[in-house]
């Protein structure tokens, strides 16, 4: 049965390793939206810093940077084009590998705070294995089971639903208290307050109706 893994992990050579250990205060995740550019297999990141100058630096700076430049603005925050050099040790791609893929990925304290989709526990114990060789420190933070399904990889949400919930849940939304209201959600996506209210209620009963088994649907 295909399970959904939340994972932590570090090493020095990791992606943006010094450009995200110089910002311990930004936030850095994957534009899952847009994760990779086929034609020069660039991947997207949002960064949430206005400190844009010493980024640049820090980029230019990150030994696993081959490239780097801002290309768009998701919200109020810049988008990077980033092209991996040889020196960069990436999971992703093992990940790929081992039949999975990653639902989000978002940089903390220093760490990549990553959720993949793997086709069983031995596929992960497998990624474990290769970054254990590899001396990351790699933390499995949470295993989920689910049904397998055609739309087990989305949990039943509209890509609508998910980009407003990944984005409510990345700016605080769901916090005690929260740090964005509904109403500047729904400005940042340019639709009404109703709309955004019915896109975070409709894929969290999506969410918890895929993977809370117990749950009688209606």
Known sequence: MSIIAKVEFSHPDMAL?????SFPDATVRVLQEASTDPAGNASFFVVETDRTEA???GFDADHTVARAEQV?????WPVYSVEFSADALLLAPVVTDHGGFALDAH?????????????????????W???????????????YRMSDGPDSDTFGMTDKQRATIVYAYDNGYFGDPSEITLDEIADDFGISTTAASGRIRRGVKSIV???VPEIDRR
């Open 17 to 21: 390793a010094n450009a995200v250990t």
């Open 55 to 57: 980024l640049k630096r």
């Open 72 to 76: 768009s603005v998701y919200g109020e």
């Open 107 to 127: 940089q903390h304290d220093g760490r990549w705070v990553e959720r993949w989709q793997l086709p069983d526990r031995e596929s992960l114990q497998s990624i």
């Open 129 to 143: 294995q290769y970054a254990d060789d590899r001396s990351f420190e790699f933390d499995i933070v949470k295993i």
């Open 209 to 211: 109706e895929s993977t």
